[in-house]
């Protein structure tokens, strides 16, 4: 078996990359040829100005996954999927996506030796996805389609095909991204009350509950959070009970009307007493917002909707409850989201330049 790591990077310290980190707790052997890119570790941060809007004395935390190697928490999932496909011998993989999936699946299977397809929603993907997915040398083809269309489309290419399916339906994926609620526990020393995440194709809401569940039954944890669900309001089957047919939000990445597993994503809802509830654009964009100008976090987006989320149900949340949210894209992921709903009326052009033009300008 190829070993993708060079012999130099075991003598090397730190974080080696999830699949290292938490060997004992994923489908791996010693066989296993590990594609990896040192993803995982991201930081929890403290978000003391959203504490305060929810009151209560509550702590809460965000995890940053937008710190992930592509800007995703899809790579911790991509680690896994691309070495199980590499370990069997697959030579292509194939996703549909949104845009994080894509940039990620091209990311590790390029670095696997691998071809990446990738099948996007032409003009509905975010910028500096579609440039990752490019320059990562993916083989990128837009249909004139949603995601689900294209989730269909490549669940089919990979039964016929000689290529490997690397949406959340592989289980790997699933196995790799619950490893975010291990670092959650690892943190806290324990489970927080309350787990807030954005909800597309239901993944990573899954992957967090298996996570904590392992983490429970062999000890890790005392409890398990309640997992709270939050779906952009135009494209919320899950909150509604059917699928959507035309999805449509601003938070481009969770624009997905009929998730993949959404059974299994009810059943952690209802397992761990959460919720599912929608959220508007305009609460979306106004926690975006907030992150970035009182926190310093710029997150895509989706991510935001796990704090527009907490917001907008802060009344039922306990006093003195512990809260994280998961931010799952970084900021940058959506230049053109960012620039277009900034608010900030303090971008002045056309300055001359002279320090008395820009002194006066800063009100000196
Ligand atoms: C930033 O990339 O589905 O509920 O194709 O990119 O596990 O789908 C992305 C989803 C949240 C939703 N936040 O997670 C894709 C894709 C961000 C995302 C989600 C996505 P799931």
Redesign the pocket.
Known sequence: MTLILPPYQSKLQGWPGLIEAYRSYLPVTEETPVVTLQEGNTPLIPVPAIANQVGRQVEVFVKYDGLNPTG?F?DRGMTLAISKAKEAGAKAVIC???????ASAAAYARRGGMRAFVIIPDGYVALGKLAQALLYGAEVLAIKGN?DQALEIVRDVADKYPVTLVN?VNPYRLEGQKTGAFEVVDTLGDAPDWLCI????????TAYWMGFCQYHKTGKCDRLPKMMGFQAAGAAPIVQGYPVANPETVAS??R?GN?ASWEKAVAAQEASQGNFTPVTDEEILEAYRLLASSEGIFC?P??AASVAGLLKVKDQVPTGARIVCVL??HGLKDPDVAIKHSHNNQFCQGIEPTIEAVAKIMGF
């Open positions: 995703s899809k549909a996506s949104t845009g994080n999936t894509s995601f959340s954005p909800v597309g194709n239901a993944g990573n809401i990445a969770i997905i998730p895509e989706a991510s799952t894209g």
